[in-house]
């Protein structure tokens, strides 16, 4: 208790330097929750983004599917099974049947992915009641319409194989154009109702993949694979660690830079205070309350840090978390979803996790220098003998 | 009189270059209760060092150094520094006042240090310094005062928890002559009201003249121990 409030004014004593210190350790204190939040909001938006359009509560997969390579969609397809056209009438699967093709916007030619799905689908987000009242039509995505120069209404030719490997053509009308952050349910694809593709291929009945409805798991049965959200996320969370991680490099500079300036503080000041540490035990402490002292002198910037990070960055956060802020673009190219706004997110382990590692690398650096202390002659350093 | 320090055979040695350095040499003293004693002698004698063992901020190298009927020698870090807090007061040639604290906090600080509740260090440290005569510098820091006041807190500092000793390293030696005999005059009033030990370090005529028991050393030897009839002057003076 005595050692907070000396040290307290020990700090308030020494003006700008304190000032400077605590200035920049609060710095790195709203940098680290600043970035961390965003990427947590950022996470959390992309995970219900991706678990609402695109993969619901998992998916099955037929086995020889592999979406990394497109030569294996020829071959993965396979009849559904009575149980599960049951569970896709009761709207617990949707079944998903891709198909590769070329389209020829304004006559160029283009690598695209037709799917084929239930227009009666709720599991996922995809709005294909628009399929409903236009059966003849095919949903894109606004990346897709951009990518095309498409609009409602405009005209596609696309051009496939069907499963006997007979080259077929079709002029598709664009009914509706979707808004979504998911890249991977958007770019290159073509929606249309599943029977309409399942006739132009002549599969009838057969899928490529099924989504789950979220909270169901459906049993795996030959040839379908289950890939859980886990599995599908994957990719999201190595992208979001390697966010974290780069973001890591700004702010621990920051608080190196910090740190040092504090420890700087430490060491001139123990070194121009020795006259005050012999009088410090002349009037009856001993060595080891002295080094707590100096060292309770790093946690206390620490928390002066957290205080004044806490009145500015307070609001600057908050605003953030409230009102969103615009990420710079070029993350579309990931491959994973981002939306136009990120709303950062302070969890209360990120809040409690910052100040916990403020506080301790600020003490942890008062205390090396003063460990110092210990080996002190308290005659010498009474008289301020420079050692 | 009730002896309250006791030195026996007391010798201090310091490592220099590959041998020793002997500051003190085989002392032998005894100090009472209630004296005001001075340490004089050239340069380089061994005041300080026999101060600073007293003080238990140095161990002696060989002999006996007992005060308040504790051996300086045998006391942890622990004990010696309870020692200090309690009963020893220090004061110095360069008043080492903590400079970011008031006179106030300053005077208080030992007084933190013993856990009392704030009202009782208040009253102590507004009757300490009420004995230097600067009740109205409390709030002052110590870069605003004169040397003369900031020894006063010093000594205000050194008194405020009535230690029985008062061990005080040239205090006058930065100060001048007017200044000198105030302060004098407030540590004998001490003593004479608190029968609070003073042991001075000194080469000062002025501080001389006070002293009622003056030891010699020279080259670490007790020389010369000389007990002189109180003053006259004093009462008149105060
Ligand atoms: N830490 C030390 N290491 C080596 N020698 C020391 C040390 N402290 C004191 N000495 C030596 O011991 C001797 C006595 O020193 P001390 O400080 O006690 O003298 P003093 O009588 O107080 O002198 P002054 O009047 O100048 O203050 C001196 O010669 C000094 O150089
Ligand atoms: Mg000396």
């Known amino acids: 208790m005595i050692a907070i409030q000396l040290a307290l004014k020990n700090i308030l004593g020494a003006g700008w330097r304190s000032l400077l210190n605590i200035a920049v350790l609060s710095l790195a204190f709203v940098i680290i929750l600043w970035h961390n939040g965003t990427i947590d909001g950022w996470n959390q938006q992309a995970r219900k983004d991706t678990q609402e359009w695109e993969i619901g509560g998992g998916q099955l997969w037929h086995s020889a599917y592999d979406p990394l390579d497109p030569l294996s969609i020829q071959d993965a397809h ?310 | 009189m009730e002896t309250i320090i006791q030195i026996h055979q007391l010798s201090k040695r310091f490592p220099v270059g590959n041998g020793e350095f002997t500051a003190l040499n085989e002392v032998n003293l005894t100090f009472d209760k209630g004296e005001f004693t001075g340490l004089v002698g050239p340069s380089g004698s061994g005041k300080t060092t026999l101060l600073n063992i007293i003080g238990s901020l140095d161990a002696p190298s060989s002999g006996e150094v007992t005060v308040l009927g504790q051996s300086i020698a045998h006391l942890t870090h622990a004990q010696s520094a309870q020692l200090r807090n309690r009963h020893l007061g220090f004061i110095f040639q360069t008043y080492n006042l903590f400079p970011v604290y008031t006179v106030f906090e300053n005077v208080e600080f030992a007084l933190l240090l013993q856990h009392l509740p704030a009202a009782e260090r208040r009253k102590a440290v507004m009757e300490a310094l009420e004995w230097v005569g600067l009740t109205d510098k409390a709030q002052s820091r110590p870069a605003q005062l004169s040397g003369g006041e900031s020894q006063r807190v010093a000594i205000a500092r050194a008194m405020v928890k009535k230690p029985a000793i008062v061990l005080a390293d040239e205090p006058t030696a930065n100060l001048d002559s007017k200044n000198s005999h105030h302060i004098l005059q407030t540590m004998l009033r001490l003593n004479q009201e608190l029968q609070t030990t003073f042991l001075f370090a000194t080469h000062d005529e002025k501080v001389m003249s006070y002293l009622r028991r003056i030891i010699s050393l020279e080259d670490g030897r007790v020389v010369k121990d000389e007990r002189i009839a109180a003053h006259s002057f004093i009462k008149s003076n105060s």
Do not use: H
């Open chain 1, 78 to 387: 396979a009849p559904l099974s009575a149980d599960m056209t049951r569970l896709a009438g009761q709207g617990q699967l949707a079944p998903i049947l891709a198909v590769q093709a070329s389209a020829f916007p304004q006559g160029r030619m283009q690598g695209v992915l037709l799917k084929g799905i239930d227009p009666e689908q709720k599991v996922l987000k995809i709005p294909t009641e628009i399929l409903q009242k236009n059966p003849d039509g095919a949903l894109i995505g606004k990346r897709m319409a951009q990518a095309l120069k498409l609009k409602t209404g405009d005209a596609l030719l696309v051009r496939w194989r069907d499963s006997q490997g007979a080259f077929d053509a079709l002029e598709l009308n664009i009914a509706g154009i979707f808004d979504c952050n998911v890249p991977s349910i958007d770019a290159g694809q073509i929606w249309l109702p599943i029977e309409r593709l399942q006739t132009m291929m002549n599969l009838p009945g057969e899928a490529t993949l099924m989504v789950a409805a979220s909270g169901f798991r459906p049993a795996e049965t030959s040839p379908w694979v289950f890939q859980s959200e886990d599995v599908l996320l994957a990719d999201l969370n190595t992208i979001i660690q390697s966010k974290k991680g780069s973001g890591a490099v700004l702010y621990g500079l920051l608080m190196i830079i910090a740190l040092l300036a504090i420890f700087d503080t430490q060491v001139l000041s123990i070194f121009r205070r020795q006259r005050e540490i012999g009088t410090y035990i002349a009037l009856g402490m001993t060595r080891r309350q002295v080094i707590g002292i100096f060292t309770v002198e790093g946690s206390v910037y620490s928390i002066l840090a957290i205080v004044l990070g806490a009145l500015y960055g307070g609001p600057f956060l908050w605003y953030l978390a409230k009102y969103g802020w615009a990420m710079p673009t070029g993350g579309q190219d990931m491959g994973i979803s981002i939306s136009d706004r990120i709303y950062p997110v302070y969890g209360t382990g990120l809040v409690l996790g910052t100040i916990i590692l403020v506080v301790i690398a600020a003490t942890v650096v008062s205390f090396l220098p003063a460990r110092k202390i210990a080996r002190l002659n308290p005659t010498d350093a009474i008289k301020g003998k420079i050692q």
